[in-house]
């Protein structure tokens, strides 16, 4: 079972990592705007309603019920169709990788590899 181990400061590890330099990156969105859409998409799939009060972004996904084998393969589908990114093996090995914060720390640092799908917004620096 996976452990959420996040540091309340800095980036995870894999976004260190993977963080492009200003020239190499695409407009992206927020971490706040990337992880609002994770949560919409998680709460959607997993049927998880707004008065359920165990539900945070800081909750981890795996533990705690709300993402099953499943639902992971479609989170990782929705995430790369949604912002055009494609996760390495390593972001989804992050301990980061667990709660709707995390992914979206993650997501927000890695480049665009094309054009964002029509499940989700597209990439917009505002």
């Not at 995870?12 to 330099?21: F, N």
């Not at 494609?86 to 094309?114: C, K, N, Q, R």
């Amino acid at each position: 079972m996976l452990r959420s181990t996040m540091v309340s400061h800095g980036p995870p590890p894999v976004a260190a990592r993977l963080l492009p330099s200003s020239t190499d990156r695409s407009p992206c969105l927020t971490v706040d705007e990337v992880a609002a859409s994770v949560e919409t998409f998680i709460r959607a799939r997993s049927r998880v309603s707004a008065g359920d009060s165990r539900f945070s972004r800081q909750s981890n996904l795996w533990e705690d019920g709300y993402v099953d084998s499943i639902g992971v393969v479609e989170l990782i589908g929705y995430i790369e169709d949604a912002f055009g990114v494609v996760l390495p093996d390593e972001a989804l090995f992050d301990p980061a990788f667990t709660s709707v914060d995390g992914i979206a720390t993650i997501v927000s640092v890695l480049p665009t590899v094309g054009k964002a799908g029509g499940n989700g917004p597209v990439a917009t620096k505002t």
